[in-house]
């Protein structure tokens, strides 16, 4: 019998440092307003002093397992453009911090796109048998990374981890991953990049300058492009699924910019209520974006069991992705709330 992928649980979790746009407006040449009508961001969650990636990472991944009422897995894939260190992959001690014992575990690198590719990666290690159950963790800390002065970058980003289990299964089962579209075009790299700290910089032999350690965006080019090719590949995996736009209930897009939404849905000529959004609370959370949209929106029943859903991500590289599924039925813990809150929040301090 052909083997599927089954989405079998799922957690989300938030570090607890509320950062409202106002805040923001204190120490950079911005306003709310600003915010609001150019992103539908009114707040996001940063890490606190000495909190990282494996920190949320860890928190959503907890989540997810307890949703799937398992305490291992066979492998880790960790989604990650901000990882504790450059080297080695964040995966490893998160597995171990997990207790998950000797079972493989490594980063993917592909930005905000990251947790479709590490889905791909673990329904494909399923699929070929080399595992029964993967945990795919999406995960950034992307305030680390940001400029301090740099407004267009600054307001947009915020914190988070989302996690989700996959197991064995058939393909006719609910939560069985299908459709699955990926695509890259590097001629547009410079397009998001933290220019130093890699190989190019360093073999130079050259001190890096300040401003290059920092992550950049060319805001508009990203834009349109984000806009282009969620539309294209959503259209791809709902062909590849055999469904027609209109029957798909929800879309979990990565959570960019609430326009970019808007504009995929004019593009597909779909009302934009089925496109599902925490922005307004989460910012644009890179690879912990759409699981953190998922655990978000479960929680406020806007997904339900039974839905055709298609997710869709898009990000740096340039790459992008989306995978279709009908919403299981999976118990899923409050991202912010529960027994395991704040279990690994660092020393409180300002982080704005
Ligand atoms: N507050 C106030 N003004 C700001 C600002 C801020 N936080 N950030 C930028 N501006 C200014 C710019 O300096 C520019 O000023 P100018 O006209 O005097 O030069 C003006 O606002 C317009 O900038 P622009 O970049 O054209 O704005 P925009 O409407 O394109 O919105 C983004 C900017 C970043 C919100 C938008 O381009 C975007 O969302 N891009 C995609 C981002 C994304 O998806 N990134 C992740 C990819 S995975």
Redesign the pocket.
């Known amino acids: 019998m052909e083997r599927a992928a089954v989405v079998a649980g799922l957690g989300g979790w938030v570090p607890p440092t509320v950062v409202t746009n106002d805040q923001?407006a204190e120490v950079?040449?911005?306003?709310d307003e600003?915010?609001r009508s150019?992103?539908g961001i009114r707040e996001r969650r940063w890490v606190s002093p000495g909190q990282s990636t494996g920190d949320l990472a860890v928190e959503a991944a907890r989540r997810a397992l307890s949703s799937a009422g398992e305490e291992a897995v066979d492998a880790v894939v960790l989604a990650t453009s901000s990882p504790d260190r450059l080297c080695p992959a964040t995966a490893p001690e998160v597995a171990a911090r997990l207790g998950l014992g000797a079972a493989p575990a490594f980063d993917v690198a592909a930005?905000?796109?990251g947790f479709v590719y590490a889905l791909a990666t673990g329904a494909g290690m399923i699929a070929l048998g080399a595992a029964d159950s993967v945990l795919v963790v999406g995960a950034d800390a992307f305030s680390t990374i940001l400029a301090p002065d740099d407004?267009?970058?600054?307001?947009?980003f915020g914190d988070g981890g989302g996690a989700v289990v996959l197991r064995a299964g058939s393909p006719s089962e609910p939560g069985a991953l299908t459709g699955l579209n990926l695509g890259s075009d590097g001629t547009l790299s410079d397009l998001?990049e933290v220019p130093a700290g890699g190989s190019r910089q360093r073999s130079t032999g050259l001190p890096a300058k300040t401003e290059d350690t920092y992550f950049t965006?060319q805001?508009?080019a990203?834009?349109a492009q984000?806009v282009r090719r969620m539309a294209e590949s959503v259209r791809e995996t709902a062909a590849r699924t055999g469904w027609s736009l209109d029957e798909i209930d929800s879309f979990v897009l990565?959570q960019?910019?609430a326009?970019?939404l808007t504009a995929v849905a004019r593009r597909l000529s779909l009302p934009p209520e089925r496109f599902l959004s925490n922005i307004g609370t989460r910012g644009?959370t890179?690879a912990a974006s759409i699981p953190l949209a998922l655990a978000d929106t479960v929680a406020s029943g806007e997904l339900r069991p039974g839905h055709k859903v298609v997710l869709a991500g898009?990000?740096?590289g340039l790459t992008w992705g989306s995978v279709a599924l009908v919403w299981p039925h999976l118990a899923v813990h409050p991202t912010e709330l529960s027994e395991f809150a704040a279990t690994s929040a660092g020393p409180a301090g300002s982080t704005v």
């Open positions: 923001l950079l040449d911005t306003t600003w915010i150019r992103t930005v905000c796109t407004r267009s970058t600054r307001v947009i998001i965006m805001g508009q990203v834009y984000a990565h960019a910019n326009r970019i644009n890179v898009f990000g740096g």
